[in-house]
């Protein structure tokens, strides 16, 4: 054989951690499951991982809640349960992989590290090419000292030190080895474990972006180095309407029915601040308004509740992975003064939007008794609708 053997592809596994309970970020559920830029933690990870080119399969080692909330895994994934320890968990999940070969290639994870991306699995993946461990590590930017009892002690020379991420390149076979052996010893990596038995340990560089979820103070810095600005566009729109004021109709206004000598005319309820929200929101989605959705031709929308149109809107917008992030609706009237309904109002379209109150706006003008609102002949309504959608 003269030819030169091209190298073997190899079989690349990933081992994604997320059993921990997140005790010390102090969130009412584990970590992992935190909402971080669109997702949860643990999907940053998974999601990466797994559309890895060249993985052919992965262990997510989560408790039973995460893992509930983490299916369907993708393909080629299995699920194991954690430990008391990191090691154990470790363990557990190379069980799982007792019919990979050694020389296949094993990523471990932390899903504490959402900000995992291809380009450092790629420099992991090389330095295994002379090396049967490699970790990713970047360089300390503070002054280090000695301290205790409150006093700074002797300067420690940081140029020969760095700080560890995962996710840690083994081969598999290196690092079954190096759980078999482990004395039991709590390791806060596989590195170290690896390193015990005398096996060399490469070194690539680490990003930033693989900064530790700890405390609940890392979820802002995360979503700055994860670039929310990149993941979601704002989108604004507005409504306006008006409906005609009569004697003897109930009146509708932003969810409500408000007391009053006349009421609006319409096909529906003409609840007059409804329809301009919905069709604030149908407009920074770009989807029509709210005729197009509810035409007037139709019988069935006669007398309509309004709610059921805003509700509308607010499906539209999940529909589109998006989230409402504020609506402010000002009510043009004369007369019934909404002042003293604009709590209700705001509590009303919150909850028909299933959204914090906090995130609605209610105002309420005359217009110093001029045109057709001033001489009591009809309501107008204004709104705005801001959210946030998926870039496309
Ligand atoms: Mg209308």
Excluded at 80 to 100: F, H, I, M
Excluded at 252 to 266: D, P, R
Excluded at 351 to 357: F, K, Q, R, T, Y
Aim: charged fraction near 20%; hydrophobic fraction near 45%; charge should be negative.
């Amino acid at each position: 054989m003269t030819e030169s053997a091209a190298p073997s592809p190899r079989r690349v596994a990933a081992i994604l951690l997320a059993g921990g309970r997140g005790l010390r970020a102090g969130f009412g559920r584990p970590k992992q499951l935190e909402w971080l830029c669109g997702k949860p933690v643990l999907r940053w990870s998974l999601d990466v991982l797994a559309g890895y080119p060249g993985l052919s399969g992965g262990v997510l080692v989560a408790n039973h809640d995460v893992m509930a909330a983490t299916y369907p895994l993708p393909e080629g994934w299995m699920a194991a349960d954690p430990g008391v320890e990191r090691q154990q968990s470790v363990a557990n999940a190379l069980s799982a992989l007792t019919d990979w070969p050694d020389d296949a290639v094993v990523l471990v994870h932390d899903a504490a590290r959402p900000g995992v991306d291809s380009a450092v699995v790629d420099r992991l993946l090389a330095a295994l090419d002379g090396a049967d461990a490699a970790i990713p590590v970047l360089p300390v930017p503070d002054t280090l000292v000695e301290a205790a009892d409150g006093a700074a002690g002797a300067v420690v020379a940081r140029d020969r030190l760095a700080r560890v991420q995962t996710p840690q390149a083994f081969r598999l076979g290196t690092l079954r080895r190096a759980h078999a052996e482990a004395s039991g010893a709590a390791a806060t990596d596989d590195a170290q474990l690896v390193r015990s038995l005398g096996v060399s340990v490469a070194t690539v560089e680490g990003d930033a972006r693989l900064h530790k979820l700890t405390y609940a103070a890392d979820m802002a810095i995360l979503a700055g180095l994860l670039g929310t600005k990149d993941m979601m566009r704002t989108a604004v729109g507005m409504g306006y309407d008006v409906h005609r004021l009569v004697e003897g109709k109930p009146l509708w206004i932003g969810g409500i029915e408000i007391a009053h000598s006349h009421g609006l005319e319409g096909h529906s309820d003409a609840d007059v601040g409804l329809h301009a929200l919905t069709d604030a929101i149908l407009g920074a989605l770009g989807d029509g308004d709210i005729g197009d959705h509810f035409p007037p031709s139709d019988p069935q929308w006669r007398g309509a509740a309004s709610h059921h149109f805003l509700s509308f809107a607010g499906e539209r917008v999940a529909a589109n992975g998006g989230r409402i992030g504020h609506l402010d609706l000002t009510i043009i009237a004369e007369a019934p003064r909404i002042g003293p309904h604009r709590v209700a109002i705001r509590d009303r379209i919150a909850e028909i939007l299933a959204i914090p109150a906090g995130r609605v706006s209610v105002k309420a003008t005359t217009t110093e008794r001029l045109g057709f609102t001033g001489r009591r002949e009809g309501i107008a309504a204004q709104a705005v609708a801001t959210i946030q959608l998926p870039e496309t």
